[in-house]
DNA sequence: TAAGTATGTTAAG
DNA sequence: TTAACCTACTTAC
């Protein structure tokens, strides 16, 4: 699940759930459980997302910041009837217990969960880069680093210092957008298509946030209009290329092609997303 | 039942 | 570049 839609989708869950709440925090796992006494029973102030990483505010300058990693996932339960016992491996457990409203929220997995100040969180958002779903974002920041990279756009969209929230599936769903080769060099293109693709990015990603999943085909292309069957997979989102290796290429039937670049599946059309070829070697 | 895979990041070598 | 983190689901046997 988690790219930054589904962060700030989280965010803006535990806010309308906590906010503004006293709230038991625990850690039935025990690996969260010195940081979490510190405060417990105390105001959850609000949360907030920057790309992939989730700050819980709490009075004194308290943040607890959550990265879920590669598993990762943060269950909100609001509303129920009783709180029930943890099962499995919770890191962290949020209970709001008032007289007829009860809503917990358990974490699992995740690659980060701990106890900061706000010099240590306002560190982290200053290494990230501009991030989409975010109205104060800036594009240019971005852009200047694009611009100056030799290195393939395919990996600097995926580099949360250069673009914060971008994961693996927007990555090789814009790069299909915007007919890019994912091996082009960042310093190749002009400043009009990174604008496109950011425009791009700021809707798909607002959509992900509403619909809690990525679906990235136009129109043209859904299952309904092209008369194909849906995606039925662990996903759902409807897609160009992602984890399409091998299938059909929804716009020109070509089969999708993958190969790892530092560490990550890539996926891509060969035909829409034609190689890049410099105007030096032409 | 076991093995493989994943929308991610960090630290060690 | 590789391993580790540590969870849940899918696929292979």
Redesign the pocket.
Known sequence: ???GH?LHRLAEELTATFAGRVVRVGSP?G?FADSAALIDGQLLLRAEAW??HLFVSFPDDRYVHV?????G?LDVHAGVPEVPAAV??V?MRLVADEREWHAYADL??A?ACELLTEAERDAIIARSGPDPLRDDADPSVAWERIRRSRAPIGGLL?D?SVLAG????YRAELLFRHRLDPYRPGNTLRRGQWDGMWADLVELMHEGVRTGR?DTVRPEHTPEAMGRPPRR????GEVYVY?RNGQPCHVCGTLVRTAEL????LFWCPRCQRKFRSRAAA
């Open positions: 699940m988690p790219e589904t796992q690996r790309g992939k990265h879920l990693g590669l598993y996932k499995g491996q890191r699992r997995g690659t995926m949360q971008v994961g693996n599936v990525i997979d662990d996903h759902g984890r530092q560490g990550r599946n």
